[in-house]
T-cell receptor, first 112, second 117 residues
């Protein structure tokens, strides 16, 4: 199985300041069809996860442009350029390059 | 816009079978792989498995011996069965649609299933 490791597991950010979350996979996430199957989700308190980023760096419909994803092979990063109060929750990375699909442990973002 | 709604028993005894069904409203049922994901209290997300509209399945090996995911295209529904549950199966269960390259979206509302004697 591909193991997904997120750091940090929690972070506290002043509104307007940037935030960054790392996700490392135990194997390359490059798929034979040319895609790199790495996604980011945000789970707001009491809600189901919602898709933020697909294929490493593509913002899903309606996702603010303060969210950006980058990385390749085994190292990936989610960045929030200016954190807002509505960004609180748990951020999850996920891979679908290989079965079983796996998630990272989650990173809890709080507002300072 | 595709929406998902799930139902099933919320309280089970050890060794019983967990059964959940998720109905899909809107969109094209055949465009997705249909997935079950769970989240034990205070823990991360675990992908349980998926079913295609034609009935093909993939399961998490950690649960494969106890899991069956099936599809009913006539009703735009898919179902999860997990046999011989224990307290370790206590979790919020989610149903979701998966598109290759796009990931998991949409998600249904999560439902807590508790296993307790």
């Amino acid at each position: 199985d591909i193991v997904m490791t997120q750091t940090p597991l929690s972070l506290s950010v002043i509104p307007g300041q940037p935030a960054s979350i790392s996700c490392k996979s135990s194997q390359s996430l490059f798929h034979g069809d040319g895609k790199t199957c790495l996604y980011w989700y945000l789970q707001k308190p009491g809600q189901s996860p919602q898709l933020l980023i697909y294929e490493v760096s593509n913002r899903f419909s309606g996702v603010p442009d303060r969210f950006s994803g980058s990385g390749s092979v085994t190292d990936f990063t989610l960045k929030i350029s200016r954190v807002e109060a509505e960004d609180v929750g748990v951020y999850h990375c996920m891979q679908s390059t290989q079965f079983p699909y796996n998630f990272g442990q989650g990173t809890k973002l709080e507002i300072k | 816009q595709v929406q998902l709604q799930q139902w099933g028993a919320g309280l089970l005894k050890p060794l019983e079978t967990l059964s959940r069904t998720c109905a899909v409203y809107g969109g094209s049922f055949s465009d997705y792989y249909w997935c079950w994901i769970r989240q034990p209290p205070g823990k991360g997300l675990e992908w349980i498995g998926e079913v295609s509209h034609s009935g093909g399945t993939n399961y998490n090996p950690s649960l494969k011996s106890r899991v069956t995911i099936s599809v009913d295209t006539s009703k735009n529904q898919f179902s999860l069965k997990l046999t011989s549950v224990t307290a370790a199966d206590t979790a919020v269960y989610y149903c979701a649609g998966f598109k290759w390259g796009l990931g998991l979206d949409p998600w249904g509302q999560g439902t807590l299933v508790t296993v307790s004697s």
